[in-house]
């Protein structure tokens, strides 16, 4: 029986021992776990754990509302080759017991773990990774530029095929080019003589095994002797294999019978060199898969000039801290997120908004890191710095998309974990077929058979095919303002039939305007307008502001008002002079018993306008309604019917009356429309359109918009929206504009088509070409596939993945190409 495992992890929510004692008891009740113990004192939990997962740990304290507390780290990890890796990285940090979830790519050379610390740190992970052979990093103790550790592997990677090239060459030649001209067969026997020709050749071809091919060895034969080989296990042996029957050959003949006596080495040498070009060619290609990330990264400049104790002193970036007075002079670069404190200028915010013109800066205006600042000067007062400014956000979102692993690599996941243990079993069956049944001289060919087999099925293709798009396709839609902060979204989004809009401030420009004031008999405009300021000035609605702006207009003196009080879903009330004042939909006023029929034909006219008829009441009695118009974003339309051509239904959800709401549905041809409904339905709203369309987006901007944006398959916060609506959702359209939804879909399509087209090549490679390797076709036409072209064909399948990916960065704007 397994020794149980010690976990020791930190609970939050603990307020009294009482609470200790219901997580134990919560605890208790996971199937595995034994001697737990729960100390209020210091908020941790011990247990051990004979069974139980992490998991169902978290689970348990999570349905007790004692949730455990969770972290989450990226590492930088190294010697990774294949998809076998990948799985056995995977399985080496999931065999902590305090991991939650591992996703390492390949394509990127990172880890993103989630899990519990107490039991655990990231420099236990780290080491846990280094000890399964893939040496690991904390992200942050790198040192180094990302950029430039790309171009020294890709530097290295040269070097080992430019030396096994070099040694390669002349062994080529020596075996090959006999072969092939025959007077240079001649040439080489008259003068070196076939002894001195092999002993050549075997002389290069172990120092291609030793020196540049040594990381086969170093890495293949430790993950061979533990029982889980992998692509360097495979290029080891078959690479072995040549080149021992050729040493054999060689220096004891007369062990191998009669007509066998031949020398491969040729094929070791190359079948190595191929290798490390296709490698070298990988390496160029994952550096160039990453380029959206690095561009983001060198948007930050490096120094700021800060003002300090009466001086101004250039500080790297790391060392500015948060309140530090900032000077920004003309056409620089903003350093990091602040507030104008002094000066005028415009600042170019085109990589945040995609929006081509610059917008005027002044004192207390906010201004983002990494924008571009126009001809005037700036003094700004930092407010985030380091992880918290928006450019630090948007890379992290990148990240952490990037790292993903989506639904659609599980087939290949299955399917690598017992790939390689299959191709060694394959090869070994292929030998021993032909030395059953194979025409003379048979061990040769047993020989060049299962050898071919051991080189040609790499699982490279497969590791490559989904993070490479994952990498690409969501990099380019950050070039194109479209984040992706779940990498799982770039799939469901794929997988929407319909896409529901909030109305203010994503269908509508979210600035609404004061476009009619009609009022009972008696009274007047202003006056009602007055009272109406007064009540909404401590309001954030956008409708408050668009009162206030119509007063202003008007240059009304605007009292103060006492006992505001916001009603949620309706209004709100208020004193002002000695009135109640009561502001809201006609659901405020039929909830507080005021007749709204002596205005009922305007409202009901400016709901057919599309417009929001608001309603005033004073002392019971209505006295007015306003015409609130919010005008429609000009690009709503398109994207509604760019849409609409994909196949794609509509819904808007908005809590404004069914009349405006369906008016501007009707002008938008959009299908679906759930109106007046209050902020707690919006759920709701989601859910019942779920269960009529299916896998449903969700487009919002709000604080009111955050639970449906969760509650969506997959929800879509417009950028120029609140933090907490982004926060919430799994894409980020980075510009108030909606052409990023049509963007977005486009992008979440073409990359999950990239993908399907890389698995069916990485599958279908391998499916055809093993049996060809293995001598299927030599019955019929009389040839075998030599382990040269075995080698040459398995790194071209790995590079084939990699441009087909890369041709992601070459997409288009949809919206911009159909203008």
Sequence with gaps: MAKPTNLRIEVQGLSCAGCAGRAERALGGVEGLKEISVNFANGTAQMALNGAQ??????????????????????????????????????????????????????????????????????????????????????????????????????????????AGLLTLPVFVLEMGGHMIPALHDLIMATLGMALSWSIQFGLTTLVLIWPGRQFYRLGVPALLKGAPDMNSLVALGATAAWAYSTVALFAPTVLPEGTRAVYFEAAAVIVTLILTGRWLEARAKGRTGAAIQRLIGLQPKTARVARNGKVNDLPIEEVALGDLIHLRPGERVALDGEVIEGQSYIDESMITGEALPVAKGPGDSIVGGTVNGAGALSFRATAVGQDTVLARIVAMVETAQGAKLPVQALADRVVRIFVPVVIAIALLTVAVWLLLGPAPVLTHALVAGVSVLIIACPCAMGLATPTSIMVGTGRAADLGVLFRKGEALQRLDEVRAIAFDKTGTLTRGKPEVTRVAVVAGQEADTVLRLAAAAQARSEHPIARAVEAEAARRELEVPAADAVRAIAGHGLSAEVEGARVLIGAARLMTREGIAIDALASEAASLADAGQTAIHIAVDGHLVAVLGIADQVKPTSAAVIAALHAKGIRTAMI??????????????LCIDHVEAEVLPEGKVAAVRALQARFGTLAFVGDGINDAPALAQADVGIAVGTGTDVAIEAADVVLMSGDLTGVVEAQALSHRTLRNIRQNLFWAFAYNAALIPVAAGVLYPVSGVLLSPMLAAGAMALSSVFVLSNALRLKRLRPVMGAAA
């Design 54 to 163: 992490a998991t169902e740990i978290t689970a348990a304290l999570r349905a007790a509302n004692y949730p455990a507390r969770e972290d989450s780290v990226i590492l930088t990890v190294g010697g990774m080759t294949c998809a076998s890796c990948v799985n056995r990285a995977e399985r080496a940090l999931h065999a902590l017991p305090a991991v939650l979830e591992a996703q390492v790519n390949l394509a990127a050379e990172t880890a993103h773990v989630r899990y519990l610390p107490g039991s655990t740190d990231a420099r236990t992970l780290a080491r846990a990774l280094t000890e399964a052979g893939y040496p690991a990093r904390l992200r942050s103790q790198d040192g180094e530029d990302p950029a430039l550790r790309r171009a020294a592997e890709i530097t290295q990677a040269r070097r080992q095929m430019l030396i």
């Design 654 to 667: 908005t809590g404004d009356s069914a009349a405006t709401a369906h008016a501007i549905a009707r002008d």
